[in-house]
């Protein structure tokens, strides 16, 4: 079992909807989330982070944290065609051994449609 | 805003070549990640420095070698390429993680390199 696992996909959106992107992790010493976006043959983007149990919201992005369920997730609000791209959730472990080191789930390709 | 550079974009080399890659981070970032992404792959972490020392140790070949020099710039040496090592290779930066959490980090955009 990967220690980060993202719901699978491919998942598809009608332009204008909400995206719902899901991810769990199993060390609960894990500390720091964070959202990449990827298009096919570019570099991971940071899109957002969050380090505390809740919702953090920016623009049309909301992350959730529960931090007791180990589960962290990504709301796309107002879906666009160019947000068509793999998401991928990275888990740190803040410091200390594993310094700054982040492990990626495998990616959920989604897909908004006109 | 200035962003991680990576040189060079491209890569082709033989098996059993030795290459080079070289990442400079971003201004005032003294944290650099190595990266190495597979096709469908997510991307598998290689080894970290900061401040000019190694700080983490992924799933890196003895083959490779990395180090951080004094102007924070990076370079990943990997020698006896292998077919299997071809792949997109990221580097980030970071400002220092601190104990608790993480910095965030940003990435470059990739060396791609091709053993043939």
């Known amino acids: 079992q990967k220690e980060v696992e993202q719901n699978s996909g491919p998942l598809s959106v009608p332009e204008g909807a909400i995206a719902s992107l899901n991810c769990t992790y199993s060390?609960?010493?894990?500390?720091?989330f964070f959202w990449y976006r990827q298009y096919s043959g570019k570099s991971p983007e940071l899109i957002m982070f969050?380090?505390?149990?809740g919702d953090k919201e920016d623009g049309r992005f909301t992350a959730q944290l529960n931090k007791a369920s180990q589960y962290v997730s990504l709301l796309i609000r107002d879906s666009q065609p160019s947000d068509s791209a793999t998401y991928l959730c990275?888990?740190?472990f803040g410091g200390g051994t594993s310094y700054g080191k982040l492990t990626f789930g495998q990616g959920t390709i989604l897909t908004v449609h006109p | 805003a200035a962003g991680v550079i990576q040189s060079p974009r491209h890569l082709i080399k033989e098996k059993r070549e030795t290459a080079t890659l070289k990442c400079y981070p971003i201004?005032?970032?003294?944290?650099v990640y190595w990266y190495q992404q597979g096709p469908g792959q997510d991307p598998q972490f290689l080894i970290s420095?900061?401040?000019?020392?190694?700080?983490d140790k992924g799933s890196i070949p003895d083959r490779f070698s990395a180090q951080q020099f004094s102007d924070y710039h990076s370079e990943l040496n990997m020698s006896s390429l292998e077919l299997g090592d071809s792949a997109l290779y990221f580097c980030?930066?970071?400002?220092?993680?601190?104990?608790?959490?993480?910095?965030?980090?940003?990435f470059g955009p990739g060396t791609r390199l091709t053993v043939t």
């Open positions: 980030a930066s970071s400002s220092s993680p601190l104990p608790g959490r993480d910095y965030e980090q940003y």
């Open positions: 060390d609960r010493g894990s500390q720091s």
């Open positions: 969050i380090y505390s149990n």
């Open positions: 990275a888990v740190g």
């Open positions: 201004p005032r970032h003294d944290t």
């Open positions: 420095f900061y401040e000019k020392m190694q700080s």
